[in-house]
């Protein structure tokens, strides 16, 4: 077990305790955000050089799983914004320094989507737009967003995407914007800019970190950083939803343990509930084995010098958007058996069950665009790329 995960354990009751709250406020509290730091899941990828632990990405998602099931906001802040250092740690060695030379527990958001519009000047670009879903954004101190290069009328001038790297003082963000149905304590609010400056060093092509060509270029030669862009981020996205399922299966056991139906029926000797808990249970782990599985086959593929497949990564992606099916579906039969007590706002399920059904509509989550690129590329036909 990883020394991250002992830590994160052994704060178990807070993030429980505190799940209520961040839902409250919208965003992390600060206390709860203080103890992540403690634990260091947010370093689990970033390079040893600059205080993290490179460690295997299937300690990192185990991690992510565990802290997900006390607080499915937490878990969810965790894996993204606990990415972000794999990326930014084959980054430019200048914003590297930027980053973490004074402070390793420095926390990056995003979003990636393409929104913002980047005028090239001399030295870098000037950047504006504006982006929603920026999760974890209130306890980050920098943030990368997605942009487009464009002209003086802010005519598209090249339409691959860039991500472009930027402090807070750049940003702003917008504390009304987030006002959901689940995943409230994420705190993904929109994030905007106007006319900010970019230096050249730090905007990057996303094409470029796939299967270590941008690590080659600063030095990174460990197999963590060969890995696929397109293939570990979607997996934070999956593996923090599935860590939910986690939690709101064992919300469903505490709350049955002592739960008598209006029939008079304990619901722990009940042989309905008996069968939808056991079939539940198992299509969860089912999900999770499966994950980290494909997890461990593909990291073992880059420790003995090998490239990530397309095959592969799609065989990657099917299984991880199944495992979340599977584990929604089975959560959502649980809630059915759960009796009217369940919908109370304070019992935990009822949580977990919004929060997983608003993480199951990230873009990384939906199903269909894996399948069919999955079934084309294995028919020896060419799949849309997006997304993997």
Excluded at 99 to 108: F, H, R, Y
Excluded at 162 to 179: A, C, E, G, K, Q
């Amino acid at each position: 077990m990883h020394k991250v995960l002992e830590r994160v354990e052994k704060l178990a009751d807070h993030f429980r305790d505190h799940a209520a709250e961040a839902e409250q406020l919208g965003r992390l509290p600060d206390a709860t955000a203080r103890k992540m730091r403690e634990t260091g899941v947010v370093r689990m990828l970033q390079p040893a050089e600059y205080g993290g632990y490179e460690a295997h990405p299937v300690e990192f998602f185990e991690t992510v799983l565990e802290l997900g099931a006390y607080c499915g906001s937490t878990g969810w802040v965790s894996g993204v914004v606990g990415v972000h250092p794999w990326q930014l740690g084959q980054w430019d060695k200048r914003l590297q320094d930027e980053l973490w030379g004074d402070d390793p527990d420095t926390w990056i958001a995003s979003p990636y989507a393409p929104m913002g519009r980047a005028r090239p000047v001399d030295g870098g670009y000037v950047f504006s737009g504006r982006w929603p879903f920026s999760s974890g954004t209130d306890n980050c101190d920098w943030a990368i967003l997605g942009g487009l290069k464009a002209d003086e009328n802010g005519e598209v001038t090249d339409p691959e995407p860039y991500n472009f790297v930027l402090p807070r003082p750049d940003y702003t963000i917008h504390h009304d914007s987030w006002n959901v149905m689940g995943l409230c304590g994420s705190g993904s609010k929109d994030v905007s800019i106007d006319n900010a400056f970019v230096p050249d060093y730090r905007v990057n092509k996303p094409a470029k970190f796939q299967n270590g060509v941008q690590a080659r270029v600063v030095g990174r030669d460990q197999p963590l950083y060969q890995l696929p862009f397109g293939s570990i981020f979607p997996a934070a996205i999956n593996c923090a939803t599935l860590a939910m399922a986690e939690g709101a299966l064992g919300a469903f056991v505490d709350h049955s343990r002592t739960r008598v139906t209006v029939k008079g029926t304990v619901t722990a000797a009940d042989p309905a509930q008996l069968s939808t808990l056991g079939a539940a249970a198992a299509d969860i782990a089912a999900g999770r084995t499966q994950f980290l599985d494909d997890w461990n086959r593909m990291y073992d593929v880059v420790a003995a010098g090998g490239t990530i497949s397309d095959s592969m990564r799609l065989q990657n992606r099917r299984n991880g958007v199944r495992a979340v099916r599977r584990a929604v579906d089975a959560v959502d039969r649980l809630f059915a058996h759960a009796g009217g007590g369940a919908i109370h706002r304070n019992r935990p399920m009822q949580r977990f069950w919004r929060d997983l059904h608003a993480g199951l509509n990230h873009v990384c989550n939906v199903a269909e665009p894996m399948y069919q690129a999955y079934g084309l590329d294995l028919f020896g036909l060419q799949p849309d790329p997006f997304g993997w």
